[in-house]
């Protein structure tokens, strides 16, 4: 049976089974049958073998920041980093999208994953490698879509490290292989977009009508140092500082004023910077010398941002980030495989929130700003 | 008429002229008059003419670092910082702990500010200055609470530079000074309190029962390079990043473990640890080989932490904590004079919570950490 073509009905009674297992955490969950939502995943981690190959071989070099630290696995006291030596089962799941991935998929009533190139994609390559697994990241993920049409969308990779390059396969990603997207995983050489070297790709995503995902990595080497312990450079702690801090730093520039239509996506339920708008908004006022755009950084990310719930099941910041954002800035992901399939899906079939905000967050918010297509 | 006893019933007529100037943001807010709620605020900072001094001659240096920027004020294009060459507004609200301020506080109905050497304390000078600086601002806070017994308490300043001097100063603050509690201001020489070398100071706060308020300071020089621009480093992003990542380490060190009974109080609702307890702890489980204490971060942080409402007047990101840490380990504070006193007033009578609980954040709470007088 084309796995394409697989029923998603039968994700009811697997999640039933899931959910009685236990759910993690305090939060309340309702145990209701889940309805059958069209549920579209949009933090979706591939890798291509090529890549794999390139970052292995750093890998085993005696490099050490943060990011080959957390791939290689090891000196992390984790187990199996994803690109590390061996192929760990975590490797394994991220080059599928035959297989495995799609009968959990179905498994779980899941009817699209949205692909990125797992982090941090082609960034840790010098300028004219990271150029060319770029392009090649790109036409494979446009064979993988060719091939499951209905199951797949993709996010393109580009290579920050050369903006005039970035721009012209941004370009080719949307035009030509169709993509839905972007993404980059966050600093690029210890630098972040909001420098003027790197408005070129701003522009690019703005004019290409097309969203922008600043994914995780772990800190820069500029800030990496406080990160170096108990392994907080990653998940835990240091993946939303990383990220968070870039993001801020796009929208305290001021950058985003000259992109008033560029769509920035940010996962792990916006990496901290939701819980500070607030406080960020007082002192934008409070200090008026500080002030470099004319909107206060909650109207910039109210403007500019929506965030994806990857990574993060908990029905306590769900409830908060919609009372700041709404139901139209928020979207669903798993963050597979580094998550697991079944409680992310579980945790959205069970949020409570009205069955008109879960169709948007499920589906119609990824539909349209990725131009996906509708059941 | 002694300040001391002014009566603070006259304050529900202020906050209503203040209600009707209007509240910044979007939260709704009621607009009954205010009970008449004892209030103690937690998180109130001054300075001594000796502390100012000696910074005041930092900032005419050439060291540029982001807590010297903030200081001085003029190169971060915000007016005149705290401790600048000339003494601001904001420097001389700092020194006065006998005019404007009780008068402030009786305007509001605040009975009493717990006191802190204003931020970084005494952290900026080599050891012996900071320990003879930490004698002398305990000494001359201790004369101020005798002075004003029912409207002043305050946590004591010490040297972490310099340990075991740390400690003995500790001790007589405590025996001997009667001071509340302790401050310190995040990061020392870019070291943090999970180094085996500042145990002993989180010892003697637990042998103490005296809690320890870690208080914001800007990004260590080992993390500064991406909070150096927009003037991020300080209230608008950079305290929490610095502050959590702090907290953070001192969490997932397990050094805790050693110290089950400290009570650490971070001020900003948190510091955006609350906002990430589910991701820490879901990670903490997920890699078993990172564990360094038996107990998940989200249990470490409702065991030995307490949070502020300091430069946080948002009723949802007060309805988040209460989800996560319920009303025993939130208190009320200002961040005067950093904050105004009337805003921070008004959030917290006018917050939609029950007055139970608005019992304990406004002073309860406050009372038995802190061993305050009762009304």
């Not at 991220?94 to 009817?111: H, N, P, Q, T, W």
């Not at 995983?185 to 690019?204: G, R």
């Amino acid at each position: 049976m084309d796995t394409d073509r697989r029923t998603v009905l039968g994700a009811g009674a697997a999640l039933a089974v899931a959910a009685a297992t236990g759910a993690r955490g305090a939060q309340p969950v309702a145990r209701a049958a889940p309805r059958n939502y069209r549920r579209i995943a949009t933090e979706e981690a591939w890798a291509i073998p090529e890549q794999r190959e390139a970052i292995a071989a750093i890998a085993r070099s005696t490099w050490n920041n943060l990011d080959v630290r957390n791939l290689r696995g090891g000196s992390s006291g984790a187990a199996g980093g994803p690109m590390g030596a061996t192929l760990s089962a975590l490797g394994r799941r991220m080059l599928d999208v035959d297989g495995e991935r799609l009968e959990l998929m179905d498994r779980d009533g899941v009817a699209m994953h949205l692909l990125s190139l797992t982090s941090p994609g082609v960034q840790l390559f010098a300028a004219a490698t990271a150029v060319s697994m770029a392009k090649l990241a790109n036409d494979r993920m446009a064979e993988v879509i060719a091939r499951h049409p209905t199951r797949y969308g993709g996010l393109a990779s580009f290579a920050p490290q050369d903006p005039a390059a970035a721009v012209k396969e941004m370009e080719r990603a949307v035009r030509e292989l169709k993509l839905n997207g972007f993404i980059v995983n966050s600093h690029t050489n210890n630098e972040y977009l909001d420098q003027e070297k790197y408005w070129p790709i701003l522009e690019a995503a703005e004019a290409l009508d097309s969203a922008l995902y600043i994914h995780p990595r772990s800190p820069a080497d500029t800030m990496a140092a406080p990160f170096s312990d108990y392994n907080m450079h990653a998940a835990i702690w240091g993946f939303q500082a990383e990220t968070g801090t870039h993001a801020m730093r796009i929208i305290l520039s001021g950058v985003l004023d000259r992109f008033p239509r560029l769509k920035i996506v940010l996962g792990h339920m916006g990496e901290s910077i939701p819980y500070n708008l607030w406080r960020a908004d007082h002192w934008y006022h409070y200090r008026r010398g500080i002030q470099q755009s004319s909107l206060q950084p909650s109207d910039v990310f109210k403007r500019n941002f929506l965030i994806t719930t990857s990574g993060v099941e908990d029905t306590r910041v769900l409830d908060y980030c919609l009372k700041w954002l709404g139901p139209d800035r928020i979207m669903w992901a798993i963050d597979y495989p580094y998550e697991e399939s079944a409680p992310a899906t579980r945790f959205m079939n069970e949020a409570p929130i009205p069955d008109a905000d879960k169709e948007k967050i499920f589906h119609l918010n990824a539909e349209r700003l990725f131009r996906l297509p509708a059941a």
